[in-house]
């Protein structure tokens, strides 16, 4: 074992050093900035609210996007290639002849059987923890023995075993490119800023295997929790001054399940990630559960795209990680009720004045980010609009009221029609 250990030491050490030297050669390059890439995980039910096998769906969504199997049996992922940020209203349209797509495939997959895709972040199965949904890839399985002796965790009077957790939740993936090395690590640098808010906004999953938790976000407490806090908001412990500091904190946090340095990079559950892995620079925001409608989508990818440009460009003031941590905590638990020492509301209401700053400057305008301005004048979020649902349609029968809920967000879904 203590030969494998250093073997694997030193291909981290010959990596690393490799990236700071790929790093310093290329502090002067000039990329496209804000090319967009974006991920989306949702998975399948049926009209009886159990979990549907995706396998034989993601085959027949592979002649003709890029579709591939997630961790759960019954989660599928569409991956996008990056796209310029002056042509955001491409994503919108793509993800709407996506959809379109989805719905008749499931249709000729499924015959019969009446299958609903959820975007909705958390799995509302009340199934899901009942039988074993992993599927067998090799990734899958090592991440699933290696989080077999991590305890239990409980929310709110239920356990949930901390192996199956990442079965019943799905993911919302966006990727932007950097110019150069700097640029990129001012971004991740200003993306710490936006996650209280990005959470406030973005949230949609408070239904979770059966159950309404009043946690605002019990998916991301839920997966905080199943990785003992190896997870979440980066445990970095200052900014970075410049992406070797990221190299740095990467080859820091080893673990038996990855092999060199791109499998810890991606084995990184943070909110937040620097990816090398290509030959371009650029985040990747993991902190918001999957948008119910292309345009949520867009509107969220306008609010990162306009505030980065204009706080980078501006060198505007960061603000403690502390108190950070602190609010992204506050909001987890509590929401538009947060408690900290600044007021969220306020603060989200400045992040989406500093980001329509942004795009009026780059010249995109600002054609879906009002979505999230009414969220915030309403103080709603889709998280809220499917607890409503539940409350007004809750009838004692969990499956049916399930079943329910998701062919009303599917049909908004399909519709691109915003969760307000």
């Known amino acids: 074992m203590r030969k494998v250990s250093i073997k694997l030491n030193n291909v981290l ?13 290329d502090d002067q390059r000039i990329d496209e900035i804000y090319r967009v890439g974006v991920e989306v995980e949702a998975c399948l039910l049926d009209d009886k609210a159990l ?10 969504l592979c002649s003709k996007y890029k579709v591939d199997t997630e961790y759960g049996k019954c989660q599928f992922e569409i991956i996008t290639d990056p796209i310029s940020m002056h042509n955001l209203s491409n994503i919108n349209s ?9 719905a008749s495939s499931i249709k000729k997959v499924y015959k019969n059987r009446d299958v609903i895709p959820v975007f909705l972040g958390g799995n509302p199965s009340p199934d899901i923890f009942k039988r074993k949904f992993i599927t067998r890839k090799e990734r899958y399985l090592n991440l699933y023995n290696s989080s077999m002796k991590i305890p239990d965790v409980e929310l709110e009077g239920q356990k949930y075993k901390a192996r199956n ?14 110019k150069n090395p700097i640029h990129t690590a001012n971004m991740f640098n200003y993306i710490l800023n936006l996650i209280p808010s990005a959470i406030l906004l973005g949230c949609n999953s ?15 407490y839920l997966y905080d929790h199943s990785e003992q806090h190896n997870s979440g908001f980066p445990a970095i412990p200052r900014y970075l001054d410049k992406l070797e500091d990221y190299i740095d904190y ?14 810890l990079e991606k084995d990184r559950h943070d909110d937040l990630r620097i990816r090398l892995n290509s030959e371009y620079y650029r985040v990747e925001t993991r902190i918001m559960s999957v948008q119910p409608t292309p345009k949520e989508m867009v509107a969220m990818i306008e609010f990162f795209i306009g505030f980065l440009y204009k706080s980078i460009l501006a060198s505007k003031t960061l603000r403690p990680l502390s108190s950070i941590r602190e609010e992204r905590n506050a909001v987890i638990h509590s929401g538009y009720n947060a408690k900290t020492h600044f007021d969220i509301t306020e603060t989200t209401r400045s992040h989406l004045h500093i980001a329509k700053q942004g795009l009026m400057d780059l010249g995109l305008g600002s054609e879906f980010i009002g979505i999230l301005e009414s969220r915030l004048n309403n103080k709603t979020s889709p998280g809220l609009y499917v607890a409503r649902l539940w409350e007004s349609r809750y009838n004692g029968n969990i499956n049916q009221t399930v079943s329910e809920i998701i062919q009303h967000i599917w049909n908004k879904t399909k519709n691109n029609s915003p969760l307000l």
Request: proline share 5%.
């Open 206 to 220: 408070r239904l979770f295997a059966g159950k309404l938790f009043s946690l605002y976000s019990p998916r991301i």
């Open 51 to 60: 979990p549907v096998n995706a396998y034989p769906l993601i085959k027949e």
């Open 165 to 178: 957790i990442a079965t019943a939740i799905q993911g919302f993936h966006l990727h932007l490119q950097g």
């Open 13 to 25: 050490v010959d990596q690393s050093l490799g990236l700071k030297k790929r790093v310093q050669e």
């Open 250 to 263: 990467i080859t820091s946090r080893t673990h038996v399940p990855s092999k060199d340095y791109f499998g």
């Open 94 to 102: 793509f993800f709407e002849e996506f959809l379109d797509f989805l």
